[in-house]
């Protein structure tokens, strides 16, 4: 059995991705998150009591949808989405790695439907009241400003989180945000390729601009990974080898970009899911400069990660909706409430973070 998913690393791989950790024995299994992880970690002959354990697996997974969508239950809800998670890392670890065997086996696809399918109905009427009316899906130009004004709206923890990081928040606080971060700038050049399958010209060559930079425009050390990972060296962090959240909502909002993008009926929700960072992070990422450069006078030295993507991303933002939102909106108004319904689980999601970091900050 693997001991862990890091066992296996590419050749010329340089940092550690996050994964998950798999328990080494039946024992060890006693949670929902915990039994799939198991289950994953082999072929089902070569693991003890393997059987016993997908057995269970339904009446776990029935506790849990109802405990986490109905009761509203955190710990619940937090088994589901590492549940979630474990699951879209099949699809996204290293090829030799003896969990893809599992990778479209019924007994995985089964509970990641119930999952999925749990999860959308539990968020759709969560945001309803803030989708565009008609009269917007049916004139794209407004549904561009749809977007824009969904993407500067703040609440007061959001507000809250951003202010802090300019005026308060210390050295340990930034370690720990920048540890929280690391999951998702690990894999959101995936996340963004996986928007690429089958879609228009124009699509394709403004993802393309967008994973152009991400790869540091084919300079190996100007990569987003690589410069992540040099930021976080150079403030003496610790890469996770796993996320480090030990709450549902950052699970969530990870494995948003996963769930719309592993499945073909949400392409177009994945694709208004990406365009809300584009249009909300410059004012993000000009609050977490403004706190590096108070606690850090190289920070633009050591954190050029955040000073690379400022200058990218006012670009980013208003090609996103001219060259994805806008023609698509105007060729199908449908798919342009689908990509208003994957920006409106994408600012829940971003809502959601902050207020796991506003817990964390003890804001
Ligand atoms: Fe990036």
């Not at 565009?132 to 977007?147: G, K, Q, R, Y």
């Not at 909300?280 to 190289?298: C, K, M, Q, V, W």
Request: aromatic share 12%; proline share 5%; charged share 20%.
């Amino acid at each position: 059995m693997i001991r862990t998913l890091l066992h296996y690393q590419l050749k010329h791989q340089i940092v550690d991705v996050p994964a998950f950790s798999i328990p080494q024995a039946p024992t060890e299994a006693i949670t929902l998150s915990q039994r799939v992880a198991y289950l994953l970690s082999d072929n089902h002959e070569s693991l003890l009591l393997s059987d016993r354990i997908l057995r269970t697996l339904d009446v776990d997974l029935a506790t849990a949808l109802d405990a986490g969508f109905r009761q509203e239950d955190p710990l619940a809800l937090l088994e589901i989405h590492k549940t979630l998670y474990q699951i879209y890392e099949v699809s996204l670890c290293h090829p030799l790695s003896p969990v893809c065997q599992h990778e479209h086996s019924p007994w995985l696809l089964n509970i990641r439907r119930q999952l999925e399918t749990a999860w959308m109905n539990y968020e759709l009427p969560r945001i309803l009241h803030q989708l565009p009316h008609d009269h917007t899906i049916n004139h794209p130009e407004s549904l561009s400003v749809w977007f824009i004004d969904q993407a500067h709206k703040e609440s007061e923890t959001d507000r809250a989180v951003l202010n802090f990081f300019k005026t308060q928040a210390t050295i340990e606080n930034f370690k720990l945000f920048l540890r929280s971060e690391a999951p998702l700038c690990f894999r959101f050049f995936d996340a963004l390729a996986l928007a690429q399958l089958y879609s228009s010209e124009i699509v394709k060559a403004e993802i393309t601009s967008n994973m152009w930079d991400e790869c540091g425009h084919g300079i190996e050390q100007n990569s987003h990974i690589n410069l992540f990972t040099r930021m976080l060296k150079a403030l003496n962090i610790e890469p996770p080898k796993f996320p480090i959240w030990n709450d549902w909502r950052p699970y969530a909002g990870y494995n948003l970009y996963f769930c719309f993008g592993f499945n073909r009926q949400h392409y177009f929700r994945s694709l208004g899911s990406l365009a809300m960072p584009e249009l909300f992070d410059s004012n993000r990422n000009h609050a977490i400069t403004t706190g590096l450069e108070r606690l850090y006078p190289d920070a633009a030295l050591r954190c050029k990660y955040f000073y690379s993507h400022l200058e990218d991303e006012d670009e980013h933002g208003s090609n996103w909706l001219s060259r994805i939102i806008l023609p698509i909106s105007k060729i199908q108004p449908e798919a342009g409430m689908e990509m208003a319904i994957g920006g409106a689980f994408r600012m829940e999601a971003m809502r959601r973070y902050n207020e796991f970091l506003a817990l964390r900050f003890g804001l």
